[in-house]
Structure formats: C-alpha cells, structure tokens
C-alpha cells in the first residue's frame, strides 16, 4: 500500500477531486494548508500598511491505495492539478492499515 500526498494549489482542486471519483478512489483525506510560492512575489495591503506575503493557502489530499492503483493516481493528479500554478505530489510506503470500526486489516480496510 502507499500514502499519496499532494500539495495543490485551492483553483485546481475541484478538478482532482473529481477525476479521483472518476478514477474510483473513494476516500481522500483533505486539509487546508499554507504553502510557500517559488513564484513572484505578492503584495497585500492590510490596515494601510503594505507587506510581502510568503506563504500562499494551498488545498493537501492524502490518499491510501494499493500499490497497484498508485502509479494510476499519481498521474490523474498530475495531470488535473495545479497546472501552471504547481503543486507538489510524494508517494509514502504504508505498512499497516486498520480500519478503526471493523478491525480490519491490510488492503481489507481500503475500501
């Protein structure tokens, strides 16, 4: 099994999400985090005082699939996602999975 982590920017979320529906990945795991931009620079104004603004709201997904339906996912995500606007994706070996309310184990916890 593997852990699939994205770290997509907020616009191309609804586009991942749905594709991985498609796909037919079931759960997905969202946050909403702050992410630092390579790109330039942005500029806010707030109570009158102008500032840099380093750290950019960012949408993070984590997905457990099965090694197989990895490569699969990886791509969907890579290919619906942030576009020119970036986004990073890392993919985490998982060593145990035990659904919480059933106690099953393993691939049987997946779905």
Known sequence: MKLITAVLPTAGFEQVHR????????????ST?????????????YRGVRRMVELQAAVRMDIITTDIDA????QVIVACGGGR???TV???????LVRIRTGERGEGALF
């Open 19 to 30: 594709a991985l529906r498609t796909l037919g990945i079931p759960g997905v795991t969202v």
């Open 33 to 45: 985090v702050f992410a630092r931009d390579e790109g330039m620079p942005r500029y806010e104004v």
């Open 71 to 74: 490569v699969d996912v990886v």
């Open 85 to 87: 606007a970036g986004g």
């Open 90 to 96: 890392w993919v985490q070996p998982v060593e145990h």
